[in-house]
């Protein structure tokens, strides 16, 4: 019989090496042991603790369910520590990674090597500020109070520490705003998609999240054949999207939380209207409408347009295999599908751009231009140019 799920709390923290990158590795170590998602607070920086000139620290908690009991998280903590660097320096040295119980579920454990909620937490800004920031209202066992009102009582009693939110900035320092978590570029094959979303994630620190054509089995097939090979080609994009985006979500980086992809998950209804049949269109609609509720839906969508000439001479550029046999007449239809579909698009902030003149690659203003605008989110929906921006 399995253990019954407890829900625990743990404090992460570093402050050698690559700092950033010792987090994440613990975060990713943490969901082998983890039954609900790894829910997690802002990162701060805070001022060592002890004696000694060292680096500032990241700290965050972290909140899961393991079925793991008191003694086997413990050693999982320390064997994670050791795995991923630490090495043994002493109470107040600096450490590669470092992991701590909190919490666990509402028990109060007093033993050797173990004390749980942990002894320090209450005079510790560097963890009560995350965990105020994570579960506010968390009452910690054997205590009366929240762990926010706790927080209030360590600033007037201690005055304020050095402990601020952690915000590392893209190397253009052109960052989205925070509500913004999910941007999606789209547009017609050929259009340029991808080498923009590279482009905006170097200048704008984002995560990239590319849609895997190539890895389609029946692609080069479809394009020789469309009615004979439509379904199973549609059925492996649709599921494909819909698992990658499922794990981007669950597994986000930290670091870089704001994702920019180029595709959104509602676009594949255009494709299935365009190629499948009553029958099978019927079933995929049955299917779509029971996968798509669970997913995260795009904060702001980039809509890139460009004619049926422009795309047909793009595509054969870059000369892939399986588009060399591309119909103009079908990229004909997917653009009046697209201009459609977004004419009605109501989902999200909407920016139009139409690259027909426009060059990000070689041409470094349009894409300030475009890094500019994109940063300010602007509600409705936008139309873009180098030379002027309009609103409708």
């Known amino acids: 019989m399995a253990r019954p799920e407890t ?34 607070s802002k990162v701060y920086e805070t001022a060592p603790v002890g004696p000694g000139q060292q680096a500032k620290y990241l700290n965050l908690v972290v ?31 600096p450490r590669e990674i470092d992991i701590d119980i909190l919490s666990y579920g509402r028990e109060i454990i007093h033993e050797e090597g173990l004390q749980v909620p942990h ?11 995350p965990l105020a920031d994570l579960d506010p209202e968390f009452i910690l066992p054997g205590f009366k109070e929240t762990v926010s009102r706790q927080l209030q009582r ?11 939110e952690y915000r590392p900035l893209p190397a253009a320092q052109m960052a989205l705003p925070e509500r913004i978590g999910y941007v999606a570029v789209e ?13 905006l994630c170097e200048r704008m620190g984002c995560m990239p999240l590319y849609e895997e054509f190539e890895n389609n089995p029946f692609l080069s097939d479809f394009y020789k054949d469309k009615s004979r090979n439509a379904f199973q080609t549609q059925m492996f994009f649709f599921l494909s ?55 995260v839906k795009p904060d702001y969508a980039i809509y890139l347009q460009a004619d049926t ?41 909407l920016l139009i751009i139409n690259t027909n003149n426009i060059d990000f690659v070689r041409n470094p203003d349009d894409l300030n231009l475009l890094v500019e605008t994109i940063a300010k989110v602007p509600e409705g929906v936008t139309y873009f140019s180098p030379t002027s921006i309009g609103k409708k």
């Open 7 to 40: 829900v625990v709390h743990l404090a992460l923290g570093s402050n050698l090496d690559d700092r950033e990158e010792h987090i994440q590795n613990a975060l990713d170590a943490l969901k082998a042991i983890a039954v609900s998602p790894v829910r997690k």
């Open 63 to 93: 909140r899961f369910s393991t079925r793991l009991e008191p003694r086997a998280l413990l050693k999982f903590c320390a064997d994670t520590e050791t795995r991923l660097g630490r090495r043994p320096r002493g109470r107040w040295a």
């Open 119 to 129: 002894p320090s937490i209450l005079d510790r800004q560097f963890v009560l500020v």
């Open 154 to 164: 360590c600033l007037e009693v201690q005055g304020p520490q050095d402990v601020a």
């Open 187 to 199: 547009g017609v094959i050929g259009v340029g998609k991808s080498t923009l979303v590279r482009s």
């Open 241 to 295: 999207r819909f698992r990658q985006i499922q794990e981007v979500f669950h597994q986000q980086d930290l670091f870089r939380p704001q994702i920019l992809s180029d595709y959104m998950f509602a676009k594949d209804k255009i494709f299935a209207t365009l190629n499948l049949d009553e029958n099978e269109l019927n079933l995929y609609y049955k299917m779509a409408d029971i996968l798509e509720r669970g997913l």
């Open 309 to 349: 000439k422009t795309l047909m001479h793009r595509i054969r550029l870059r000369d892939r295999p399986y588009e060399r046999n591309m119909d103009e007449a079908y990229i004909e239809s997917l653009n009046r599908a697209y201009n459609a579909f977004f004419h009605y698009y109501s989902g999200s902030p």
